[in-house]
Structures are given as C-alpha cells and as structure tokens.
C-alpha cells in the first residue's frame, strides 16, 4: 500500500507564498494520479488540483493562476505551490492518489489513499 506524507504548511501573511509536498513510500506516484484536497474550519472536503495519470492538470475554480502541482519522479513526491495566499486559503491540505475512473479527478472518494494532511493557516 502506498503512504503519503504531506509537509511544508505553516502561518503566513496574506499575499505569501508558500509550497506543499507530498512524498510517497510504497510505490510510485507514476502509476497514480496525485490530487490536493483542502478542508476548511467549518467546511466540506474541497478539490485544488490534480495530476493525471497522463501528465496532465487540472485545478479549481479559485486556485487557476495562483496554484500549481508539478512532480520530481526521481523524489517520488508531488508539490504544491501556492502564490498569493488568501485567508480564505486558511485548511488542512491533503494529498490522495488513486486511478479516479474518467471525470471523477474531484471527487475525494475516487482516491484510494491518503497523507495525513497539513495545516496552512494565512492572517490578513
């Protein structure tokens, strides 16, 4: 089974920059597609970006230009940097892999594993 371990979350400033990571054990992250996942205080699971099995990307709505999901294979880890940072941005962030069926990429129930998540907190 795959592990995931999430890092690089903090408290920032608004307007900040900051970039998360996701490092696999277990398996490779090629064989998976890799998305970011974002919980609020008070909030529902909510989808900010995914890698596809086939290199591709796809983003949230609020996240397209400010956020970007990027690979290092040979690190078996995933990225997301994050620009601009809002407080609204304020949630734990997760990394999930899975092989999610066509069109179900943001949908958290497609993915069948799951880091730990970490906590992003941004102060205006």
């Known amino acids: 089974q795959v592990q995931l371990v999430e890092s690089g979350g903090g408290s920032v400033q608004a307007g900040d920059s900051l970039r998360l990571s996701c490092v696999a054990s277990g398996g490779s992250l090629r064989n998976y597609a890799v998305g970011w996942f974002r919980q609020g205080p008070g909030k529902e699971r909510e989808f900010v970006t995914a890698l596809t099995l086939s290199g591709g990307t796809v983003y949230g709505a609020s996240m397209k230009g400010r956020f970007t999901i990027s690979t290092d294979n040979a690190k078996n880890t995933v990225y997301l940097e994050m620009n601009d940072l809002k407080p609204e941005d304020t949630a734990v962030y997760y990394c999930?892999?899975?092989?999610?069926?066509?069109?179900?990429?943001?949908?958290?129930?497609?993915?069948?594993?799951w880091g730990q998540g970490t906590q992003v907190t941004v102060s205006s």
């Open positions: 999930a892999g899975g092989r999610p069926p066509a069109g179900s990429l943001v949908y958290s129930y497609a993915y069948d594993f």
